[in-house]
């Protein structure tokens, strides 16, 4: 049985997760870029509106959630050089008038907008009483998930639709598990806490996301049914996830998959558009990032944890993927 979004959590989601509540607008611009790991630049429209602005949120390596309380007329601008991400803003009560290039929404209950990466929006609340929840996906995530459902990675950034008609079925599918995900970080089971389980969710998002929103590559998802990878790549995607904390080769991939290097390289390259080597490194980067955001450890145990064997080359391979330095993302803590 899916959980109900209960009376409760839609006036009060994330209430144990307070980032800011200030009566200093900057203080929630200066909050949500934080909370969105610098993949965003925000500024005021028209001045520094008065009134109470408050913050909820919870940040990990591929998305971030927050509550936004505010009367702010706010810019939102994608930040350049940094992670490429979705962002997808559902109301939680009164409407926003919201704007994304030539595109016009009204974001409410009934209809939530969605916003590619690179792109600027503008977000105008109607009334002092507007809350809506925002999410921030990793474009990387999206593109996975496209790959899961099609068999090859999108030969382009997959741009949806700006306006998300929540009221028909495929769009109450996607609020749901939004509000899913909100539910579980809510509940304080350590069950949730686990990264397994809200990066689980967060898959499902965007998979539902393909699937119910139109989108530039919805073509490839309509064609009918796709091949998965071969079962070269898949026994190699399994041993990778199993062993990915122990030091693997080429060589070794290889024969886990029961092919020559040069053909599991080749499909790889095929599938995934990448080598076996940047697949291991790119997830091993990501396991180091969950685990920095999540834990009190110091960032070389955990890197050592995952396998890292060169501290300063994995320092210098982290800046180049998640545009910050270990110790930058460790200071978010």
């Known amino acids: 049985m899916t959980p109900s979004f209960t009376r409760e959590a839609v006036t009060t989601p994330l209430h144990t997760f307070r980032i800011t509540k200030s009566r200093n607008p900057v203080d929630l611009l200066n909050a949500a870029t ?33 509550y936004f309380a505010s009367p702010l007329d706010v810019r939102v601008a994608s930040a350049s050089g940094r992670r490429r991400s979705y962002f997808v803003n559902i109301g939680v009560s ?8 030539s595109l016009h929404a009204t974001l409410d209950k009934a209809t939530a907008g969605v916003v590619n990466p690179g792109d600027t929006q503008e977000l105008r609340p109607a009334r002092s009483r ?28 997959v741009r949806f639709d700006f306006a998300l008609d929540l009221a028909k079925p495929k769009g109450r599918a996607v609020r749901l598990l939004v509000h899913s995900l909100v539910e579980q970080l809510d509940s304080g089971d350590p069950l949730f806490q686990r990264a397994e389980l809200p990066r689980s969710q967060l898959r499902c998002i965007a998979t539902a996301l393909l699937l119910a929103q139109p989108h530039t590559h919805i073509g490839e998802l309509q064609d009918g049914p796709h091949p998965s990878h071969p ?71 955990i890197a050592y944890r995952w396998g890292v064997s060169h501290l300063g080359r994995f320092a210098a391979e982290y800046r180049d993927r998640f545009d910050e330095l270990p110790s930058e993302t460790a200071a978010r803590r």
């Open 34 to 66: 934080r909370l969105f790991g610098g993949s965003i630049t925000t500024s005021p429209l028209d001045g520094l509106a008065g009134g109470e602005h408050e913050l909820r949120g919870v940040a990990a390596s591929d998305f971030a959630v927050g």
């Open 94 to 101: 009164g409407a926003i008038a919201a704007t994304c290039g």
């Open 130 to 157: 507007t809350r809506f929840l925002g999410l921030r996906i990793d474009a990387a995530l999206v593109d996975q998930e496209f790959a899961a459902l099609t068999g090859q990675l999108p030969t382009s950034t």
């Open 231 to 301: 079962r070269s790549v898949r026994a190699a995607l399994s041993f990778i996830e199993t062993n990915l904390s122990e030091r693997l080769t080429l060589s070794g991939i290889a024969a886990a998959a029961d092919c020559s290097p040069r053909t599991v390289s080749s499909a790889f390259r095929t599938q995934l558009g990448l080598s076996p080597l940047t697949y291991v490194r790119n997830l091993r980067l990501d396991r180091i990032r969950e685990d920095v955001l999540t834990s009190t450890d110091h960032v070389s145990t």
